[in-house]
């Protein structure tokens, strides 16, 4: 299938890739060919054995990603056979970011929402901008979130912030997002690249075969998710719903949506 020209690589040093989301005008937000091409360059990425650390980051300083285009709902998503195959995509991108053989760190600016924020919590390292704003508002569209993307939230900040995300729907600054145990680190907004290259530079100073061992270690510690198959298909269901049918319409009339539980 065609790569999206809105995901491209750089390598700024032998040893360090940087993928960046390169969508200014939608404040880098994903449509479905853009998570494939992601996907598809993480695999290579890890496939590489020159390298030994990956950065992610959004074209501009205004936004890391604002997660997926809701405008190519109507077209790419909504019914439960689009949604299955959309999810198996998001599904295969998410994981091949979070199995990557190399160190990844997140080089956060700006807004950092929904699957932007999904796409940084895969990652090893964030290192944000105080200004950042960080949140998954899957409850504002009535959708469910899938288990295997709530599952970094809860092992990097715990159930108490990942209810505050998921169910409450808080969005946090970068100072905020650092308390809550979010980022890494946070630095003013005009450091952010400085420090987040710094980061990638300092990983690959050390031993790659010890860096990709403890990955691998701390992720095989995790082990598998309690969740059976069926289970996991039934995240899909917020499509059947009144309350998403509801809030997709009232997004693309800009009005606040009413959801009635049904």
């Known amino acids: 299938m065609d790569e999206s020209p809105h995901i491209r690589t750089e390598r700024p040093e032998p040893e360090i890739a940087v993928v960046v989301f390169d ?9 479905l060919a853009m998570w494939r091409t992601l996907g598809a360059v993480m695999r290579r990425l890890s496939d590489d054995e020159t ?6 980051r959004g074209a501009g300083a205004e936004a890391f990603s604002a997660g997926a285009d809701i405008s190519a709902f109507e077209v790419e998503r909504g019914s439960r056979e689009k949604e299955d195959r959309y999810g198996e995509v998001l599904h295969e991108t998410f994981q091949n970011l979070r199995t990557c053989r190399h160190p990844t760190v997140a080089m956060i600016r700006g807004v950092c929402i929904g699957g932007g924020a999904g796409i940084a919590t895969m990652c090893d390292f964030r290192v944000g901008g105080e200004s950042m704003r960080f949140g998954i508002t899957a409850r504002n569209l009535g959708i469910w979130y899938p288990y295997a993307e709530m599952d970094p939230v809860l092992q990097i900040a715990g159930y108490a912030v990942a209810a505050e995300i998921f169910i409450e729907g808080r969005i946090f600054n970068g100072t905020e997002a650092y308390q809550k145990g979010l980022l890494s680190r946070v ?27 403890h990955k691998r270690a701390m992720q095989r510690l995790r082990g ?18 009144e309350d998403y049918q509801n809030a997709y319409r009232a997004f693309l009339a ?9």
Not at 196 to 213: D, N, Q, T, V, Y
Not at 225 to 232: G, M, N, Q, V, Y
Not at 254 to 262: A, N, S
Request: charged share 35%; glycine share 2%.
């Open 23 to 31: 969508r200014p005008a939608k404040r880098n937000a994903f449509d």
């Open 51 to 56: 390298l030994r650390c990956v950065v992610l």
């Open 187 to 213: 630095v003013p907004d005009d450091q952010v690249e400085a420090e987040a290259m710094a980061l990638a530079r300092r990983i690959s100073e050390g031993a790659p075969l010890s860096a990709r061992f």
């Open 224 to 241: 598998p998710l309690p969740i059976t198959p069926e289970e996991e298909a039934a995240v899909n269901d917020f499509t059947r719903t």
């Open 254 to 262: 800009k009005r606040k949506p009413v959801f009635e539980g049904r």
